[in-house]
C-alpha cells in the first residue's frame, strides 16, 4: 500500500474519532489522567490504539475466529451499544447488548448484500426493555464483491453513527483487501516453487539415475550411496511444507544434487565450498539458491570440452549473510541476460534466475534481487544476499 493509502486510513480513523466522540464511545477504555498530553491527543491515540488492535486478526480475511476477535475493538471505535459482522450466509458475531436480534438480522441486510450499499431501518423488537431500536449496515467489499456486512445497532437514529459505521467498514475493507493480497503472495510463490520443480528435468533425472546404473556393477557400494543422495535431495525438493527453509538445509539440498552431477561428469567438475557457520541458521525462500547451481553447472559443464570449476561461499556480512556461486564458464551476453531477467527470454530460458530475482524481491525488496556479472567466456558470478532476520521469514 503507498504511502498515501497509509494517510487516508489514518484521516479516516480521525473522522472516527470525531463520531465516536459526538455518539459517547461507552465502551473504550478510559483515559487515565496521568498520561502525558491534552484530552485530544488522548483521545486520538485511544483511537488509534484501538485500530491498531483490531486490524491484525482482519488480516486473516473474514472469518468467524477474526470477526470474533476484532468485534469488540470496532464496536469501540463506533461507543455503539451493539455490532454485528456477517459474511454472506450467517452471522460470523455478535458483540454488545440484544443478541436475539442476530437471528433476524440475516434477513433484514438481504439488500444490502445484494447492492452493496449501506441502509439503516428500525429494528422492529417486540421487547420493551431492549435499546436497540435503530441500525446501520454497510457492505464489505473487497474487489467489487460484498463478502457480508457490519451492522451498528444504536437505541436512536444518528446521523453521526451512520457516517462513521461506515467509515469503519471502509477501513475493515481495506485489512480484508490487504489479506486477499497476502493469500496471493502465497499463492504466486507456491507457483513459482511449482515453476522450479518442474525445471528439476527429466534430463537431470535420467541422467542421474543412468549414472548410478553406470556404477551397480562396477561399484555397487558407490552406487548405493548415490542412490541415498538422489533419494534425499528429490525428498527436499518436493516436500509440501513452508516457503522457507534455512541457508544449511539448502546447501546440504545442493550438495546432494552436486554429487549426483560429479557422478555424470566425474573429474570434468571440481567444485569449492566456503561456509561461515554462523550463517547456516540464516532463513531464505525455500529452493533459492538450487537453481543458481543448476544454473553454473549448466554454464560451465555442459558443451564444454575441458574441465570447469565451481565456487559456492556463504559469509557473514554483518546484518546479511552474502553467498556468491561462481562458474569459469561459457557466461553469456550481459544484454541477453537483461532481457531474461525481464522476463523475455522465453518459456525455457533462464526460468531460474528470473524466477529467484522475482521471490528475492518480492520477500525482501527490491534491493535484494540477483547481482550477476558475466560476459561471454567470461563465467558468471551470482550475489544474493540475505538479511539475517526479516519479519515473516523464517525456516521451517
Known amino acids: ?6 494517510a487516508v486510513i489514518v484521516l479516516l480513523v480521525l473522522l472516527l474519532f470525531g463520531g465516536g466522540l459526538l455518539t459517547g464511545r461507552r465502551t473504550a477504555r478510559p483515559v487515565r489522567t496521568s498520561d ?20 491484525p486478526p482482519l488480516r486473516a480475511g473474514l472469518t468467524e475466529e477474526s470477526a470474533r476477535r476484532s468485534a469488540r475493538r470496532l464496536r469501540s471505535l463506533l ?13 460470523l458475531v455478535w458483540d454488545g447488548e440484544g443478541d436475539h436480534h442476530g437471528r433476524h438480522v440475516l434477513e433484514q441486510v438481504q439488500g444490502v448484500l445484494a447492492s452493496g450499499r449501506d441502509t439503516a431501518f428500525r429494528s422492529e423488537c417486540d421487547d420493551l426493555d431492549c435499546p436497540l431500536r435503530w441500525a446501520v449496515a454497510v457492505p464489505l467489499t473487497v474487489d467489487h464483491r460484498v463478502l457480508g456486512t457490519l451492522i451498528a445497532y444504536a437505541p436512536r437514529e444518528s446521523a453521526v453513527l451512520a457516517r462513521a459505521a461506515g467509515e ?6 481495506v485489512q480484508l483487501e490487504l489479506a486477499e493480497l497476502d493469500r496471493s503472495r502465497t499463492q504466486l510463490i507456491e507457483a513459482e516453487i511449482r515453476a522450479l520443480r518442474a525445471q528439476i528435468s527429466p534430463h537431470f533425472i535420467f541422467n542421474s539415475l543412468a549414472a548410478i546404473a553406470s556404477f551397480v556393477r562396477t561399484d555397487p557400494e558407490q552406487a548405493r550411496e548415490l542412490l541415498l543422495e538422489f533419494a534425499d535431495f528429490t525428498r527436499y525438493s518436493f516436500r509440501s511444507h513452508g516457503d522457507f527453509t534455512t541457508l544449511a538445509d539448502e546447501l546440504h539440498s545442493i ?28 532463513a531464505l525462500p525455500f529452493l533459492c539458491l538450487q537453481p543458481l547451481v543448476e544454473n553454473a553447472v ?9 574441465s570447469s570449476r565451481i565456487t ?5 556480512a554483518g546484518s546479511e549473510a552474502e553467498v556468491v556461486i561462481e562458474d569459469d564458464g561459457t557466461g553469456m551476453d550481459p544484454e541477453r541476460l537483461r532481457h531474461i531477467l525481464r522476463g523475455e527470454g522465453g518459456k525455457s530460458t533462464g526460468i531460474g534466475l528470473l524466477n529467484v530475482d522475482e ?24 550475489t544474493v544476499r540475505l538479511p539475517k532476520y526479516r519479519a515473516g521469514v523464517h525456516g521451517s
Open 312 to 316: 559456492i561461499s556463504a559469509l557473514d
Open 255 to 282: 550438495d546432494q544434487y552436486l554429487a549426483l552431477v560429479r557422478a555424470r561428469f566425474g573429474e570434468r567438475l571440481s567444485v569449492t565450498l566456503q561456509v561461515a557457520p554462523e550463517v547456516l541458521p540464516v
Open 36 to 55: 502525558v498530553g491534552t484530552p485530544v491527543e488522548h483521545a486520538t491515540f485511544e483511537t488509534l490504539h484501538t485500530a491498531s488492535l483490531a486490524a
Open 1 to 6: 500500500m503507498t504511502g498515501a493509502g497509509y
Open 359 to 382: 521471490r528475492l524481491r518480492q520477500v525482501y525488496g527490491d534491493d535484494y534481487g540477483l547481482v550477476i556479472e558475466t560476459g561471454i567466456g567470461a563465467g558468471m558470478r551470482i
Open 79 to 91: 461507543g455503539t451499544d451493539a455490532l454485528c459482522l456477517t459474511d454472506r450466509d450467517r452471522v
Open 298 to 306: 549448466k554454464h560451465g559443464l555442459e558443451g564444454a570440452v575441458t
Open 168 to 173: 469503519v467498514a471502509r477501513w475493515v475493507c
